[in-house]
């Protein structure tokens, strides 16, 4: 699976309530009009900044708090195309991957805000095209990587009847 | 290898082996929850997974308690399907004024010593108070165990918590788990469980226990464990659930760290906006005046919690440029709060009384700030925005802490009234 798009930088700690705020989300399940209001509480307009395929990089922690499965899912909506940070809180990791929403666990510090970047997950490498760097990734753990490749966990469900790990 | 976390404990009883930490295995939950703002995603999921029928309607709950009552009509649909999918699957459901999910799940004996609870909300670590490995999920996760009944974990490697000392009076369960976020931060425990031992367990009640379990999420863990106690056992006879095993913590466990709290000179913790970690004790916070209080959520909307709240607004009045809203945990602290008096007396001091529910917590409805205001809250979480505005400002307290600065109209120590 190769991914490019340009990067978004934000910091530690982005809670799922700045991905997407509890005031729209409990409101309805249309995911495109939620995903008006991504990160609206730390980065207003921030939907007006991004372009499809767009990525996210971010420092620790990222999508820490409430289990809302709403924030992969408007991240998707939004049209961004993978999630690169230093770690991931666990409850937003398993539910990113469960909507087939790649993420990328690596040393974001050099990557700065607009650069070009390139993710291989097969290969486990980021590479910063603008500043002609490489990233190694601590890849997902085996069956993480299955339900991703199934495309989300309905997927998975679809293809086995159920969890199928070996 | 007979030495073991609580966690492996719970797991072996689950997989009739010897769990590896780390491992990946797939077991049987003992009982799933959804409330209102995850589980409509996971009724859709579960018909976009080919579900048709429940596989265990009995093992299930959806509870509507984040919005409760509707505060608008997108809200209200969203209740109706709900209300509808458990009527067909014949899902117990806990509609508006039963009160918050992580109170009526141990209150309904729906949760236990040794079980495996998985809830789509982040706060379901809260059960570890009374010995179950709970933790949360998403919407998807939940429509897959209620199509399988199963969902697959990570053996999570364990922290210890030792909590020794004597808790001084003015000084709670909450102040200790702001303390444990202020030490280890919001990630302190990421993919960890937190096991909890020490002289301070039995100074707490259950009720003061459920508090630290809850906000064991704040600082990342997977659960927050504590063992088997008297008091544990006579909790669990008292809501409907009969515990024969013991559930203790092996100090020659694997523990994968140690973390050692000594509560002698701990004060009052008050968390600062806009994260959990941002903790300071009550002397270093100087004057900072507050327009709203709330006392009640998931953490501290128990009947000890209002107690607490009580004794020292008893005979007082909140601020005239304070509003103290208070909203119990569920129905039955409803009306053992009225039953002890404790309604009375806090209208009489100036509190408004909301329904059993999430509401200001998760800025539904019941109490907005208004930009710029300071508000101080029992709640678990003080995330720019998350009490419906992005322009106000939340701490997070103790109740006692609450119910003083409620009193002055700034962040007070509530030693002063006690």
């Not at chain 2, 009374?130 to 933790?135: D, K, M, Y």
């Not at chain 2, 259950?206 to 863990?221: H, K, L, P, W, Y």
């Not at chain 2, 008893?314 to 103290?324: D, I, N, Q, S, T």
Request: glycine share 10%; proline share 5%; aromatic share 8%.
């Amino acid at each position: 699976m190769i991914i490019r798009g340009f990067a978004h930088k934000l910091g530690d700690d982005i809670n799922t309530d700045y991905i997407i705020s509890g005031k729209y989300k409990f409101k309805t399940l249309d995911m495109k009009e939620l995903a008006q209001h991504i990160f609206e509480d730390i980065e207003p307009d921030f939907i007006k900044k991004i372009k499809p395929g767009d990525i996210i990089v971010a420092g620790k922690n990222f999508g820490c708090g409430s289990s809302r499965e709403q924030a992969p899912l408007v991240i998707k909506n939004a049209g961004l195309s993978a999630v690169v940070a230093v770690s991931f809180a666990r409850i937003f990791y398993r539910n990113a991957i469960n909507n087939g929403l790649p993420l990328v666990e690596c040393d974001t510090s050099g990557i700065e805000e607009g650069d070009e970047l390139e993710i291989n997950l097969e290969e486990g490498i980021v590479t910063d095209i603008t500043k002609g760097f490489q990233i190694k990734i601590n890849p997902l753990p085996p069956f993480m990587m299955k339900l991703l490749q199934d495309g989300g966990l309905v997927e998975h469900f679809k293809k086995y009847g159920g969890f199928s790990i070996e | 290898m007979s030495h073991k976390t609580l966690t492996e404990k719970i797991f072996e009883a689950h997989l009739g082996r010897e769990p590896k930490i780390k491992e990946v295995v797939v077991v049987d939950v003992d009982f799933a929850m959804g409330q209102d703002g995850t589980s409509p995603l996971a009724i859709q999921k579960f018909y976009e997974m080919g579900g048709k029928k429940v596989l265990n309607p009995e093992k299930i709950a959806l509870v509507i308690d984040h919005g409760a009552p509707s505060p608008n009509e997108g809200f209200s649909n969203l209740h109706k399907l709900m209300r509808d999918f458990a009527y067909e699957q014949g899902v117990k459901l806990f509609d508006i004024g039963s009160g918050i999910c992580h109170q009526l799940i141990p209150e309904y004996g729906f949760a236990g010593p040794y079980d495996i609870v998985v809830g789509a909300d982040s706060h379901t670590c809260t059960y570890g108070a009374i010995g179950a490995f709970s933790t949360g999920i998403g919407s998807s996760e939940l429509a897959a165990v209620m199509i399988s009944g199963k969902l697959w974990f990570k053996i999570p490697a364990s922290i210890r918590v030792i909590l020794s000392g004597k808790l001084p009076t003015g000084v709670y369960s909450k102040d200790i788990v702001l303390y444990l976020a202020r030490l280890i931060g919001a990630d302190g425990a990421t993919y960890k469980a937190l096991e909890f031992d020490g002289e301070v367990i039995e100074q707490l009640s259950v009720d003061a226990r459920f508090t630290i379990s809850n906000m064991a999420v704040e600082v990342g863990a997977k659960a927050g464990i504590f063992p088997l106690d008297e008091k544990t056992k006579i909790w669990l006879k008292e809501h409907g659930r009969e515990c024969n095993k013991d559930l203790t913590i092996d100090p020659l466990a694997n523990y994968e760290s140690t973390i050692e709290i000594d509560v002698n000179k701990l004060e009052p913790q008050i968390a600062l906006p806009h994260r959990v970690d941002n903790v300071v004790g009550i002397s270093e916070i100087g004057d900072i005046p507050i327009q709203q209080g709330f006392i009640g959520t998931c953490t501290n909307g128990r009947i000890e919690d209002l107690e607490i709240a009580v004794r020292i607004l008893e005979g007082k009045e909140v601020h005239p440029r304070v509003r103290l809203i208070v909203g119990c945990a569920s129905k039955n602290i409803y009306l053992e709060a009225m039953k002890r008096g404790i309604i009375e007396k806090l209208v009489n001091a100036g509190a408004t009384i909301i329904p059993p529910g999430c509401g200001p917590c998760v800025g539904t409805h019941a109490g907005i700030p208004s930009d710029g205001e300071n508000v101080i809250s029992t709640a678990n979480r003080n995330f720019k925005g998350r009490m419906g505005n992005n322009k106000a400002f939340i701490y997070l307290a103790s109740p006692a802490t609450v119910a003083a600065s409620c009193i002055t109209g700034k962040i007070t120590d509530p030693r002063r009234y006690l």
